[in-house]
């Protein structure tokens, strides 16, 4: 069974749903992804444009 991912955006007008293994982990320190995500490090990955909607 494949896991399912779900997000949005902060205010929730934007939802999305990604299903299967993410790909291309990130992680950057920057001064502006510090200020976006209130944090010293942000982490993220990419899903194939097939398995998100």
């Known amino acids: ?3 399912i991912y ?3 955006c902060l205010c929730g007008s934007i939802r999305f ?3 299967g293994t993410p790909q291309k982990p990130h992680s950057c320190s ?8 209130g944090s010293v490090r942000q982490f993220w990955v990419e899903f194939a444009k097939e398995q998100v909607t």
Request: glycine share 12%.
């Open 1 to 3: 069974m494949a896991t």
């Open 6 to 8: 779900q997000g949005g």
């Open 17 to 19: 749903t990604a299903v």
């Open 30 to 37: 920057c001064k502006m992804c510090q200020r976006h995500s």
